[in-house]
């Protein structure tokens, strides 16, 4: 597969988009079908870093994890800073320096957070930011795994710890024990299984695309949208489904055959500039949204359905916005470095 691939930068942007309905959902059914299907997307950008960081050569690959554990662990940190000040400042403002200390001393830092942090992949600022832990420490954990030369021994183990995952969840889900999720929805039981799965579709492309024809992938997306769908509702609501794993893996696999499938240009550089961006600031849109429904007394149910749209494009705006005050700030210090020689 070529350094950068079209199909995948768009998956990204359609992927980014289907966690914000999964943050802020449309009303009734509907809403709660999207959420299900949207599951596949978490799975999907797991799955997309263990395929591009598939090599050859291990060197290679060290090489790659020490490239991407840099940026995403200076992704991490800022989002949390970012969260951190933020959350403050909300905090401030509805309930004055009491309510702040009282989340720090109570909520946030306290040795069981570290703790579920380290171990179980828990953000205890606002909770979405666990993606960028567990991806993390999915790098990490493969780096040893890679130094091992172990790596072609965990696809039964990937399996087994993703299956064991959707099943105590279902049966956590049965006995309404919510509190269960934080031991599954980690890198253990998640991000590291669906990484190593994106590794071992990329390092076994060539076989697989010898097995497995375009015809029967294509079917398949139907097949896998019915299973997602037949397990919500025999089930309930999980994070992820087996329906949703072998979408994630048709998708994967079809983006690897048709790397430049005709997609209009935009929405390929949406995916490749902005997905990230929006996993992590629309969750302040979304806080900002309530709050201004709260002090405008916006009730009407009109309103929910344009709700999670409306987070997906101011979030869009204010990244453009952001990209270019960027851009303009650094062409003015190359500027203003040119005039000073």
Partial sequence: MKARNNTLDALKGVACIGVVFMHVQFPGTFGLVIVALSRMFVALFFGISG???????????????????????????????????????????????????????????????????????????????????ALLEAYLIFWGINKCRLSHKMSLLSIMLMETHIIAMSIFNRIDMEDAMIFFRNVWFYGLPIFMLGYSLSKNKEKLDRKISERLLILLIPVGTLLVLAEYKLIGNLQVYNGSILLMIVFLMLAARFPDIRIPKKFIVFGYNYSSGVYIYHWMVIEIIIKLKEVIGIRSIWFLWIEPILVVIITVIGLIILSFLQRYLYCKKIKDKIENK
């Fill in 51 to 133: 395929y591009y960081l598939y090599s050859k050569d291990p060197d290679i690959i060290n090489i790659k994890i020490k490239r991407n554990v840099k940026k995403i662990l200076k992704m991490t940190v800022f989002s949390f800073l970012f969260y951190f000040i933020w959350e403050s400042f909300v905090r401030f403002v509805g309930g004055g320096l009491e309510k702040v200390i009282g989340w720090y001393r109570n909520d946030l830092f306290s040795w069981e957070n570290l703790l579920k942090l380290i171990f179980l992949s828990y953000d205890p600022v606002v909770g979405h930011l666990w993606f960028l832990i």
